[in-house]
């Protein structure tokens, strides 16, 4: 049995892992960072699409206001890393990068490996030892070593004085990442947050949302709400300018699919549907022409009727978006699409309005955490402290990364986090 202590043990080698080990170790630090995966970084390999979107074009502010009320969080770790410094430290290792449309900055070469090798370079450096294909099983307090830990591995019993927990979520759990420090961590005294599927597609039972798949729609607003909001609350504003019922509301592009919505803003707003008692409890519904107000589009079908009244409607409402999408929602509204302008009544032309600018798609859950970017839930925030990741419960255990209960949008946003959370640990222990 090896009982070597060393100063400070990192469990799991992905993005916060990998910045925490390196960090202690340039500290003189004595770190040993293990991983049960037979690579480190697997999450990183297979993010973005395999290229790896490190981080969001912005500034700490930035970062922050994507995470919503848990965003205050970050302030240090970001003080500590944040975006600037991040891509600065990547091209230190020789990695370029870019921004793409929308603020994604991903690495040059479009390969997510080229991140992780910039990692692995400067993680080399510090002289951290690394330990790949080494699952720990159980982690303890350790009677034997003031205020210290025992970490019970596939192989070995080892000994830190400071423990790093940095073991993701249940997100891809083919990464491995399949939630096992939650019950180290609850076991020693932790909160955790129910942990469920986030950044994640979602399924509907809608025949017609299934015979559009394959269709984008570059430019839709999503709202979930919650139905059970009192009518006294539903007119109240809240910090954000959303109502109490609704839940989230986001704007990107969405994408239909064979088992339901995907996209962006489909992403982006799952986290809702996700942490509802049932996917039954909330109502999502689509804006598809977010930039026509309803009166407008309304009076602009009215004028129609006397400006082109011979034209079909549904071939002039095309010249807006897909012919597919358009039959659809006409057939939602049970106008027939070749109705011409003319012939359209004031209801008919209300209840098209309503399709196409307050649609409702029943949802029936999500793809679960294998299809899930991100894990929401986790481990309490207000457990640990902020200013340095370690524990307010256990001292000397530090956690960073995606076991916190920490989630964002879309965009880069989470891997900040990662980096940032994981840095601040590794110059806290």
């Known amino acids: 049995m090896d009982t070597v202590p060393y100063d400070v043990i990192v469990v799991g080698a992905g993005a916060a892992g990998l910045l925490a080990a390196t960090r202690s170790a340039e500290r003189s630090r004595r770190t040993l960072l293990v991983e049960k995966n037979r690579k480190a970084g697997v999450k990183i390999l297979m993010s973005g699409g395999t290229r790896c979107n490190i981080t969001h074009d912005c500034d700490a502010g930035g970062i922050i206001a994507a995470f919503g009320s848990a965003g205050s969080f970050l302030h240090s770790p970001l003080a500590a890393l944040g975006p600037a410094e991040l891509i600065a430290m990547l091209e230190e290792e020789g990695l370029a990068t870019k921004v793409e449309p929308g603020g994604k900055i991903f ?11 910039a990692l692995r370079r400067r993680l080399e450096r510090s002289e951290a030892e690394v330990s790949l294909g080494e699952a720990v099983n159980d982690v303890r307090r350790a009677a034997d070593v003031a205020g210290g830990f025992h970490v019970a591995t596939s192989q070995r019993e080892l000994v830190c004085e400071k423990l790093v927990i940095t073991t993701g979520g249940k997100s891809y759990p083919g990464c491995g990442t399949t939630g096992d420090g939650y019950r180290w961590l609850a076991t020693l005294g932790h909160t955790i947050r129910r942990p469920r599927p986030a950044l994640v597609p979602l399924t509907t039972d809608e025949p017609w949302v299934h015979e559009l798949s394959g269709i984008t729609i570059p430019d839709v607003k999503l709202q979930v709400i919650d139905p059970d909001a009192t009518e006294s609350a539903k007119g109240k504003r809240r910090r954000g300018g959303l109502p109490p019922g609704v839940l989230i509301e986001r704007r990107a592009s969405l994408l239909f699919t064979h088992f339901g919505l995907s996209g962006p803003v489909v992403l982006d707003v799952s986290r809702a549907v996700t942490g509802a008692p049932g996917p039954k409890s909330v109502r ?10 309803a009166a407008d589009l309304e009076n602009q079908l009215r004028g129609l009727a006397s400006a082109d009244g011979k034209r079909a409607m549904a071939v002039v409402v095309a010249e807006w978006l897909p012919r597919r999408l358009v039959d659809a929602l006409f057939a939602n509204a049970g106008v ?24 409702e798609i029943r949802v029936t859950g999500s793809r679960g955490f294998e299809k899930a970017e991100v894990t929401a839930g986790g481990v309490a925030l207000d457990e640990v402290d902020s200013r340095t990741m370690e524990s307010k419960l256990v001292p000397n ?22 980096f940032s959370t994981g840095w601040l640990a590794g110059e806290s222990v």
């Open 336 to 359: 027939p699409p070749d109705r011409r302008a003319a012939e359209l009544s004031g209801v008919e032309r209300n209840r098209i309005v309503s399709q196409f600018k307050s649609c």
């Open 107 to 117: 690495p040059q070469s479009d390969r997510a490996a080229d991140v992780l090798n």
């Open 284 to 293: 999502l519904f689509a804006d598809f022409l977010p930039t026509r107000p």
């Open 397 to 418: 255990l530090f956690l960073a990364g995606e076991i916190l209960d920490l989630d964002g949008f879309i965009g880069g946003y989470n891997f900040q986090a990662a």
